[in-house]
């Protein structure tokens, strides 16, 4: 076995071991189960740790009890910011294996990747707390409150780079769409990863997508569009477009996608860890061009 079979190995086994950690053995994760947010956290932490970060919390108040965002943060030489992050709550009543935890699994495989080879910029890493509703699109919302502590610090921010939902795939289940005629345009199939921007973004978007492309077996397609098109907004770039940032969405489209969408048979058995591989290696060697 080669050095990157042994290496796409790691990865997809430390992918499996953070999502049945998440989803499985905490489960559903929301401020009105008790602890589970705390429990989801300290895992977080705990990964970050393991593999040489240094992890901070970015507490505050929500509904009058505590949550934070777990931060991890790599210096790199001088330059603008990039964020990498992915939210790991949950909605009541689902234990959210593609939504969020998927995502998570994602980051905190970036983050060793990125610790093993050095990344090209300064970057986070952040695990936000409170995407779901009711929390979306208020202060309460964790990517909301980092965004602007990034604005009020005047910080510089290169790129955003929201993971949403990143391990749904079916290769005989047909793709829907938001707006008819998209299929003609778009694959038909679900077996690929979407890479939606705002226009502002667009040029960041169109240079992840190619280096995705190129650094992976997945196919990566691109959707620049307003942010009220197709649910793009629906998720934690949205905070950064809010306050002026470039940020784009890395998604399986979701509910246009997958049934168990919110669900309680969003479980772990149902992702594809193959194609999970396939798109944090794509995004190692894209970002690692940033």
Known sequence: MG??????????????????ALSVDIGQRHMWK?????????????QFTAIGHKPWRQTFSAYDKPVANIIAEWPGPPGPLLVIGAH??????????DDNTS??????????????????????????????????GSAKMGS?????????????????????????????????YPIPGMGLIYPKFADFIAVTANPPSAWRAIKLTRGIRKGSDINARLLVAPEQIGGINRSDNYSYWKHGYRAVMVTDTANF??????????????????????VVTGLHAALSRF
Not at 34 to 46: H, N
């Open 3 to 20: 050095i990157k079979a042994r290496a796409v190995k790691t990865l997809k086994a430390n992918l499996r071991r953070h999502v049945e």
């Open 34 to 46: 008790e602890g589970s947010l705390d429990r989801a956290a300290e895992y977080i932490e705990s």
């Open 88 to 97: 790991y709550d949950t909605v009541p009543g689902s234990p959210g294996a």
């Open 103 to 136: 995502a998570v699994a994602g980051l905190l495989e970036l983050a060793r990747l990125f610790q093993e080879t050095q990344a090209p910029r300064p970057t986070t890493f952040a695990a936000f707390v409170n995407e779901e509703s009711p929390c979306y």
């Open 144 to 176: 909301m409150r980092h965004a602007s502590l990034l604005k009020e610090q005047r910080t510089e921010v290169e790129l955003m780079v929201c993971l949403e939902m990143i391990g749904y795939f079916r290769k005989d289940q047909p793709q829907e």
């Open 257 to 278: 996608r997958n049934r168990n969408y919110h669900q309680e048979t969003d479980t772990i058995d149902t992702l594809d860890f193959d194609s999970m591989a396939e």
